[in-house]
Structures are given as C-alpha cells and as structure tokens.
C-alpha cells in the first residue's frame, strides 16, 4: 500500500486548491481514506474521509461546505477540493487509508489508519 500527496502551495485567503493523493497496492472500493492535517504546533485532525465501500463522506465541521472530497477508481486516486481558504487552514496534510472496520467507524481518527503518505504543504495567506 503506497500513498502520495501533493498539490499544496501558497494560496491567498479566498483562493482554493486541490490536493491529490495518489494510490496504489490496494482497491479504493475496500479501503477508507482519509485527509488529515496538521498545523505548527498543534495535533494532527482529521478532516475529510469517504468510505471505501458504499462511497460516504465525512467532513469536519471547520470545513464542512468549502471542502470536497472525491475519487477516481479509474485513477486510483482521492482529491481534495478545498475553496474559500483561510489562514487557519494552513497546515501540511496527509492521506492516509486503512481497510479495517475500525476506520469505517471512526473514520476522522489518526489512530484508525495503518498507512499514510508524505505530507503536502497548504499555506494561506493573509
């Protein structure tokens, strides 16, 4: 199981960028994914996740209607759609994927998930 994020980058506030995780070693269908990320001094959060088998999706509610979580099977990759950005939003983010029932069912924790890729920086400013 690889993961590989990326498509972060310095954004004014407002603007929007997507970040891309790119897969492979396992099917999207059996496997929960999920975005974290993590700001300077702060504990890594979960933030968005879509379930692997029935295609649920779950955001946190700090970016509940800017961001979007999406998949392309064909692709063996998962995006994140983030618009309307905000300072606070600045953080390296992470995907991560597990295919236990554990991440199904608590799909925003870190500890649910086995695998993760390098993180992407997401910077916004002012």
């Known amino acids: 199981v690889q993961l590989q994020a990326s498509g972060g980058g310095l954004v004014q506030s407002g603007g929007s960028l997507r970040l891309s995780c790119a897969t492979s070693?396992?099917?999207?269908?059996?496997?929960?994914i999920a975005w974290f990320r993590q700001a300077p001094g702060r504990e890594r959060e979960g933030i968005s996740c879509?379930?692997?088998?029935?295609?649920?999706?779950y955001y946190k509610d700090s970016v509940k209607g800017r961001f979007t979580i999406s998949r392309d099977n064909a692709k063996n990759a998962v995006y994140l759609q983030m618009n309307s950005l905000k300072p606070e939003d600045t953080a390296v983010y992470y995907c991560a994927t597990d295919e236990s029932v554990m991440a199904t069912m608590y799909p925003l924790e870190s500890v649910s998930y086995k695998h993760w890729g390098q993180g992407t920086l997401v910077t916004v400013s002012s």
């Open positions: 070693g396992f099917t999207l269908d059996d496997f929960t």
């Open positions: 879509i379930i692997g088998r029935d295609g649920s999706t």
